[in-house]
């Protein structure tokens, strides 16, 4: 517990010291931040309020940060091009009302390109809650904004079978097409649950890249089909969080096991290669969501990371973080997740 103690105090110090320069060279990096809505607070686990919101682009403002389309990104991830130090993207999920009456004013003001994520069928049912086609259209034209596919129904794809997944994206392509006039190429899987069986049908979709949602920062390493965001609600949105997350770096990795984020052995045996030279190893700690201890982390030879834990994960979406200490006070943060569909956990 001790070591559990210092480790977060250390990761935490970290925004005591805000960094006065950007670190110079290029990396295999980027964060992908997400919201879905802004001054709701009726709907905590998915609303930032506004002054989080005011903060938070605040903080984006400042000169050190590197912000960019997402495309900007998951183009350069595709190609195993290098990216600025700190350079983030910004997306928001669902199409909320929120979105063209709060958020879109503000990030506009500050100059902030983002890509929103459109479920079909709230907008075209003229739920009270979301935007209409007209205001989606508005805001498309837009530079700063891009429109990407989220799917119909916001279903949860993972539990559904494959037929049906792929049914509701084809509902929703011909609602693109009719609204926008063509169907959007980067795709943000509902609740971030996705698996490889269907990552591998949406294939013919020849999507530029897809998204999940969890903790992570992004690197050419993770899967472009289902790269990582951090995502924000409003009891996790203070400006000492979020200046930790947009200062984080990808921990470099090669020959992530398990491949497949479904659950099939439970507690999973995970490991992972650190591709590069990175000192003080001893220091990565790694957190399964559902335990309040960390997991048993294992060097083998000077570069394989070995992850253990005997509790196995409850039901539902689920996740492990590993951080650790890297340059210029920027945490290493790497976050993968996991989808256990056992309804006995």
Same mark, same amino acid.
């Given at each position: ?51 989080? %919101? ?33 350079? %983030? ?11 063209? +009456? ?18 079909? +069928?709230?907008?075209?049912? @003229?739920?009270?809650?979301? $935007? ?10 837009? @530079? ?12 949860? $794809?993972?539990? $559904? ?46 999507? @530029?890249?897809?998204?999940? @949602? ?9 899967? %472009?089909?289902?790269l990582p965001r951090f995502a924000f609600n409003q009891s996790y949105s203070d400006k000492d ?51 309040? +201890? ?29 951080? $650790? ?21």
């Open positions: 517990m001790k070591k559990v103690i210092i480790h977060f105090y250390l990761l935490f110090s970290f925004i005591t010291i805000y960094p006065t320069l950007s670190y110079a060279q290029e990396e295999d990096s980027a964060v992908i931040i997400m919201y879905h809505r802004f001054g709701e607070p009726n709907f905590p686990t998915t609303n930032v309020t506004l002054d989080q %919101i005011d903060q938070h682009i605040g903080e984006l403002s400042n000169e050190i940060y590197n912000i960019v389309p997402l495309k900007t990104i998951t183009e350069a991830l595709k190609n195993g091009e290098k990216l600025p130090p700190r350079t %983030i993207a910004v997306t928001i999920d669902d199409g909320y009302l929120s979105v063209y +009456e709060e958020a879109w004013p503000r990030l506009k003001a500050a100059n902030i390109p983002f890509t929103l994520f459109i479920s079909t +069928e709230s907008v075209n049912d @003229q739920n009270e809650s979301s $935007m209409s086609w007209e205001q989606v259209r508005e805001m498309e034209k837009d @530079q700063l904004v891009e429109i990407g596919h989220h799917g119909h129904a916001h279903a949860h $794809m993972t539990q $559904m079978s494959i037929a049906e997944a792929l049914n509701d994206v084809t509902i929703a392509d011909e609602i693109y097409e009719r609204e926008l006039g063509y169907v959007p190429d980067i795709f943000a899987f509902p609740y971030g649950e996705y698996s490889q069986e269907l990552i591998n049908a949406l294939k013919p979709k020849d999507y @530029q890249a897809a998204l999940g @949602q969890y903790s992570s920062a992004a690197s050419s390493n993770r899967n %472009i089909m289902a969080r979020f200046k930790l997350i947009i200062n984080s770096r990808a921990l470099p990795i090669k020959d992530l096991l398990p491949r497949d984020a479904t659950l099939n052995n439970n507690p999973p045996v995970v490991g992972f290669t650190i591709d590069g030279e990175i000192q003080d190893l001893d220091n990565l700690a790694c957190f399964p969501s559902h335990m309040e +201890e960390p997991a048993n982390v294992t060097l083998l030879g000077d570069t394989r990371i070995e992850i253990r834990f005997t509790d196995p994960f409850p039901a539902g979406r689920q996740r492990i973080n590993c951080t $650790m200490p890297g340059p210029e006070n920027r945490w290493y943060w790497f976050g993968m997740p996991f989808f256990n569909l056992s309804k006995d956990g």
